[in-house]
């Protein structure tokens, strides 16, 4: 699945959504394995990060031996890996409820609509590949351009769980999002840069 993505220098870039090759891994490594990396400040800062670095690690062993999955994908822009899109099934399976993540690795690519762009093609790809009757994804309330980016899909506010997480010895909410079958696509399209 592809998608223009105006670039504010340079020509249009695509984001792409495409199953993992060989050539990601040295990519993956580096931004999963990283303890330092920006994207931790975001992504479930909640979570103690020596036992994330050890899980994320253990991850990216096993992506070097296991083929890709078709509920995982690699967002590339202009060529590039810059992130991974997953999905989930809520338990009971069948039930039609899946949960997606999300995540861009670089700073550099954050705030133009890449991840708004790779969510809106992970949304379409998940509803035409399973029996998906409602989508949701959690985050946290200072997460703000991740709630951004949904709410610009048509996706709702579900659920938040007043002060549930603590980051940086602040609490926060933790939020839920959701978005039903038939609200995709949005009757108005989303502005999506």
Not at 8 to 20: C, D, M
Not at 46 to 61: G, N, P, S
Not at 106 to 116: E, I, L, Q, R, S
Not at 138 to 148: A, F, K, L, P, Y
Request: proline content about 7%; aromatic content about 8%.
């Amino acid at each position: 699945m592809t998608s223009p993505l105006p670039s504010e220098i340079g020509p249009v870039q695509t984001v792409t959504l495409r199953g993992r090759r060989p050539r990601d891994l040295p990519v993956l490594r580096r931004w999963l394995a990283d303890p330092q990396a920006q994207w931790r400040d975001w992504d479930a800062p909640y979570f103690h990060a020596a036992a994330t670095t050890a899980t994320l690690r253990a991850y990216v062993e096993r992506l070097e031996h296991t083929p890709g999955r078709s509920d995982e994908r690699v967002i590339e822009l202009g060529g590039e890996c810059v992130g991974m899109v997953n999905r989930s099934q809520e338990e009971p399976a069948g039930g039609g409820w899946w949960d997606l993540g999300i995540l861009i690795y670089d700073p550099a690519h954050w705030g133009h609509g890449t991840g708004t762009r790779a969510l809106a093609l992970w949304v379409t790809a998940t509803f035409d590949e399973t029996d998906a009757h409602v989508l949701t994804f959690t985050t946290w309330g200072g997460n703000e351009r991740m709630i951004h980016a949904a709410l610009k899909l048509g996706f709702r506010e579900a659920a938040r769980i007043r002060e549930a997480r603590l980051v940086g010895g602040v609490r926060h909410d933790s939020v839920r999002l959701d978005l039903l079958r038939r609200e995709w696509p949005p009757q108005e399209s989303p502005a999506i840069p």
